[in-house]
Antibody, heavy 117, light 104 residues
Framework: EAQLVEFGGGLVHPGGSLRLSCAAS????????MNWARQAPGKGLEWVAS????????YYADSVKGRFTISRDNAKNSLYLQMNSLRAEDTAVYYC??????????WGQGTLVTVSP | TVLTQSPGTLSLSPGDRATLSCRAS???????LAWYQQKPGQAPRLLIY???SRATGIPDRFSGSGSGTDFTLTIARLEPEDFAVYYC??????FGGGTKVEMK
């Protein structure tokens, strides 16, 4: 069965940077689109970014465009999210998810990012 | 495309039928609409993809329907474990604001 595990979250100051990782197992990672989504405390889900199988196509929510970069390493079965110029409103649990049939069928457990002075 | 879910909260009892709405700001292919369930402290779980196809392991009391701009998730008879927040999503991208199904 597919498994996704995120790590790399933590406390960062406004304006700082953080890199999240997502380790994939149990499926052929290089065959699937992958996504990042987030959820601020007490709020709903927000799509953040998507990347295609070979990394040649990447899409971002307007709220993170120009600050966040999604990438992947198929040899390491890993997905990444480089987050720069972090703001308080980026505080959230960040999830990685596999995309199939235009839906996210497997999700990680999430990693918490807190942006605070 | 903006997705608007209604109602914001649904207060029902076990055994009731739940009808949740998701309206898109522009017409969507039926292939692009999915529904998720989320319980406190847990990651979302895929229920329905392609408007009406149940994900693996999802009970048949969950069903999806709709076309164009109006989509519906129906839970035929609520079980205690169904009280949760439900989100629609378009094409693996933007989500609706969610509907909380709470116990009356």
């Amino acid at each position: 069965e597919a498994q996704l595990v995120e790590f790399g979250g933590g406390l960062v100051h406004p304006g700082g940077s953080l890199r999240l990782s997502c380790a994939a197992s149990g499926f052929t990672f290089s065959s699937d689109w992958m996504n990042w989504a987030r959820q601020a405390p007490g709020k709903g889900l927000e799509w953040v970014a998507s990347i295609n199988q070979d990394g040649s196509a990447r899409y971002y929510a307007d709220s993170v465009k120009g600050r966040f970069t999604i990438s992947r390493d198929n040899a390491k079965n890993s997905l990444y999210l480089q987050m720069n110029s972090l703001r308080a409103e980026d505080t959230a649990v960040y999830y990685c998810a596999r995309s199939r049939n235009n839906a996210n069928d497997y999700w990680g457990q999430g990693t918490l990012v807190t942006v605070s002075p | 495309t903006v997705l608007t879910q209604s109602p914001g909260t649904l207060s029902l009892s076990p055994g009731d039928r739940a009808t949740l709405s998701c309206r898109a700001s522009q017409s969507l292919s039926s292939s692009y609409l999915a529904w998720y369930q989320q319980k406190p402290g847990q990651a979302p779980r895929l229920l329905i993809y392609g408007t009406s196809s149940r994900a693996t392991g999802i009970p048949d009391r969950f069903s999806g329907s709709g076309s164009g701009t109006d989509f519906t998730l129906t839970i035929a008879r609520l079980e205690p474990e169904d009280f949760a927040v439900y989100y629609c999503q378009q094409r693996g991208g933007s989500f609706g604001g969610g509907t909380k199904v709470e116990m009356k």
